[in-house]
């Protein structure tokens, strides 16, 4: 229906202040599975962001932002370039970060891309789209998913775009999940397993997790892949078939969803042990050396309150910010 011919560059990261390539991983299962909904062919939602269905992705980093990835970066067969940053929460200096970005993208491409940022949160928008100065203004394209056509997205051939659709300002909630989880049943055997995975990560962004998992056990041809949902095969499988732009963020980001939802009942103990190795292997590998005062506050973190810091790990600047409630 929206044909997107394209072409993902490589596994690794293209680092945007000079030739060293590296392997990055993303902090939480929201940013992972958007990033892959957008970047397969045939995406509306792309469509209605940036104007065209024509676009080669690039990972890249942007210099001497903390550190922070730029979400995606797509090359037009013209030449331009258009960033899409998701955001599931508000940020006081968020057009600051997008500035940022602009630039560290503009000195590695010599190209001024087209911004678009994606609000996907729960909360109200409230951040800007603008930085004004005196005699200068920036300004970028700020999309809350809200006020996008939810009917549209839910009419697309793309289960992507259904499962989207979801996050959309909907009239019906409860018809629009039955909408959703039938389209996916509908689906060929290879993309339902996935695509339902990928629904109960991004209903969870509207707390619609649990509903829409109801709402799948009434439906027979659903009930193999739910129960194996439970046990991480279906989330297993869609880590082995993202894409190259994401194959590696998606196996950490599956990780967290497991632990995050907990894989067996009984072995609390043992999955909050896990969670906290692997929290403290991310922010390692994000700020460097963890100090022994970050261990130990993480040590006396709740389980839910682990699950917290993960998901804030993303857009955290500082180690201090994993603890901001």
């Not at 011919?5 to 990055?24: D, M, Q, T």
């Not at 989207?164 to 389209?183: K, Y």
Request: glycine share 8%; with cysteine.
């Amino acid at each position: 229906m929206f044909p997107l011919p394209f072409s993902v560059i490589a596994e690794r990261h293209e680092s945007i202040s000079g030739g060293r390539h590296y392997l990055a991983c993303s902090m939480h299962e929201y940013d992972v599975t958007l990033k892959s909904i957008l970047t397969r062919p045939g995406s509306a939602l792309l469509n209605a962001l940036t104007g065209t269905s024509s676009l080669r992705w690039l990972n890249v980093e942007a210099p001497q932002v903390n550190n922070r990835r730029v979400d995606l970066l797509g090359e037009s067969p013209k030449g331009d370039l258009v960033h899409i940053e998701l955001q599931a929460r508000n940020e006081k200096d968020f057009s600051l970060r997008m500035g940022e970005y602009l630039f560290g993208i503009a000195r590695r491409y010599r190209r001024i891309p087209r911004q678009v940022a994606l609000y996907v949160g729960e909360p109200a928008l409230r951040m800007k789209d603008s930085v004004e100065g005196s005699g200068w203004t920036y300004r970028f394209r700020l999309v809350d998913i809200r006020d996008l056509n939810g009917d549209h997205l839910l009419a697309s051939e793309n289960l992507g775009d259904n499962i989207l659709a979801v996050l959309t300002q909907i009239r019906n909630q409860r018809e629009t999940l039955r909408r959703i989880l039938s389209q996916i049943a509908a689906g060929s055997r290879e993309e339902r397993g996935k695509a339902l995975a990928e629904f109960f990560i991004v209903a969870g962004l509207r707390k619609l997790t649990g509903e829409a998992k109801r709402e799948a056990k009434k439906m027979p041809i659903l009930n193999d892949y739910f129960e194996d949902l439970k046990h991480d095969k279906v989330m297993m499988a869609m880590v082995r078939e993202q894409s190259a732009v994401a194959v590696k963020e998606s196996q950490v980001a599956a990780r967290l969803a497991g632990l995050a939802e907990g894989r067996v009942k009984g072995r609390v103990e043992g999955r909050v042990e896990g969670q906290m190795e692997l929290l403290l292997g991310l922010v390692g590998k994000r700020f460097g050396s963890v100090p022994p005062r970050v261990r130990k506050r993480l040590a006396a973190l709740k389980p839910d309150q682990l699950t917290s810091a993960s998901l804030r790990l993303l857009d955290a600047r500082t180690i201090d910010e994993l603890f901001d409630e």
